[in-house]
């Protein structure tokens, strides 16, 4: 085990991202063979089969998925040591690798923005997926900090709040509903819901709220998978929704949706910048924490019909 090497480690991890040594091999700029070698030695050295060759491509076996986390360690804390140095030489550079539920992505880009005009040698990127997606590439150290409404709680983490998340039920302008004040849970059973997926954020928190309503989980909904579907599919009189606040400021702007006057809404809940706990703070997570503590609120959408109950 002395003589495992850098190319090695790298060679397993880009096979464990793509399934197959030719696209492995384009991926770190190598020949096929080359991987295959690469591959070869380290299995030679482990005294184990590091991965399964299928039809479908190459799986890690369990000394696979051993190895596989001992390399993305240690390209972590090399990735950690080359920002460091960057930053000791440079100041303000570095590199910065952000994943965002997709409800958030209607504000992360400009928290991006107003940050890089702050710091403009930190190299930043944003990743947007579903909130199963962000949290594997939280886990898999393919993003340093991820954007979300409810930290995970399989694996350690740290969270930290940086601003105030308000969901709420919408309705297009028409609707019976929309001119009507303190609208009971029992008013809203015979409407169709159009919802998120199971496993969403806005799902588990419309779930909550609702869950003293008889039969509520058993009820079926409209499931859609994204949040524009869900508003143009509300406007086109479909239905009503659970959403979050920060994704209508627009709509609510040209008057195409309306916030019903639910007793108990909106529901609060928080935006939290999420990092491993396992692996320390490079210096560009470091500013972009604090910059979100100290500014991410006044750049978040503004819902005048909400924030003026306040």
Do not use: C
């Amino acid at each position: 085990m002395k003589n495992v090497t850098l190319r090695q480690l790298h060679s397993i991890l880009a096979i464990r991202r793509t399934g197959k040594i030719s696209t492995a091999a384009e991926q770190i700029g190598l020949t096929g063979p080359a991987v295959t070698l690469q591959l070869q030695q380290l299995e030679d050295q482990t005294g184990v089969s590091l991965f399964d060759r299928g039809r479908s491509g190459l799986r890690p076996t369990t000394a696979g998925e051993a190895a596989l986390r001992a390399a993305q360690d240690i390209e972590v804390r090399l990735r950690q040591l080359f920002e460091e140095i960057e930053m000791i030489s440079e100041a303000n550079a570095g590199q910065l690798r952000i994943g965002a539920v997709s409800t958030a992505k209607y504000f992360a880009p400009t928290l991006m923005a107003v940050f890089r005009d702050l710091h403009p040698r930190v190299n930043i990127s944003l990743t947007v997926g579903n909130r199963g997606a962000v949290i594997e590439a939280l886990r898999d150290y393919d993003v340093d900090i991820a954007l979300m409404g409810r930290p995970p709680r399989d694996f350690s983490v740290r969270a930290q709040v940086f601003g105030d998340h308000p969901l709420v039920i919408i309705a297009p302008p028409g609707h019976p509903l929309a001119t009507r004040d303190n609208i009971s849970k029992d008013d809203l059973l015979t409407e169709t819901f159009l919802v998120r997926e199971v496993g969403s954020g806005t799902r588990s928190s419309l779930d909550i709220f609702m869950s003293d309503v008889p039969g509520w989980i058993e009820r079926r909904h409209a499931e859609m998978t994204s949040n524009e579907t869900i508003k143009q599919a509300v406007m086109a009189g479909i239905g009503i929704a659970f959403i979050s606040a920060h994704t209508i400021a627009m709509e609510l702007e040209l008057g195409r949706l309306v916030i019903l006057d639910v007793i108990g809404m909106p529901i609060r809940r928080q935006w939290y910048s999420v990092s491993r706990s396992d692996r320390s703070m490079s210096p560009a997570m470091a500013s972009f924490n604090q910059f979100l503590v100290e500014q991410a609120a006044r750049h978040l959408p503004f819902i005048r019909t909400i924030y003026s109950e306040t």
